[in-house]
């Protein structure tokens, strides 16, 4: 099974990495907090102390063109809450 992770940059993430040295990434559906502690920790080499999960949502979406009406939806992720080991950090712009 393959997992996949990418890290979520927005203020609200950047707030809780400044303020708790906690991340934020959406990982797959189907992972559980084991398979994403190993994956961080592999990927970034720091040492995971905690992972909280939550379920986002899909959101129903519309919109008014010419054509009319158009209807849709966004759709559902898991988004993971990394809480990473005093004195450690990761860099996700090391790779650009």
Same mark, same amino acid.
């Given at each position: 099974?393959?997992?996949?992770?990418?890290?979520?940059?927005?203020?609200?993430?950047?707030?809780?990495?400044?303020?708790?040295?906690?991340?934020?990434?959406?990982?797959?559906?189907?992972?559980?907090?084991?398979?994403?502690? &190993?994956?961080?920790? !592999?990927?970034?080499?720091?040492? =995971?102390? %905690?992972?909280? /999960?939550?379920?986002?949502?899909?959101?129903?979406?519309?919109?008014?063109?010419?054509?009319?009406?158009?209807?849709?939806? &966004?759709?559902?992720? !898991?988004?993971?809450?990394?809480? =990473?080991? %005093?004195?450690? /950090?990761?860099?996700?712009?090391?790779?650009?």
């Amino acid at each position: 099974m393959d997992i996949t992770i990418e890290p979520i940059v927005t203020e609200k993430a950047t707030k809780l990495t400044d303020k708790l040295n906690r991340y934020t990434f959406r990982v797959s559906p189907e992972a559980n907090k084991y398979q994403i502690k &190993t994956l961080v920790e !592999k990927l970034y080499g720091v040492k =995971v102390k %905690d992972v909280n /999960t939550a379920v986002v949502r899909g959101k129903n979406k519309s919109r008014w063109t010419k054509s009319g009406l158009l209807k849709g939806a &966004t759709s559902a992720y !898991k988004k993971a809450f990394i809480t =990473v080991a %005093d004195g450690e /950090t990761i860099d996700f712009y090391s790779n650009i």
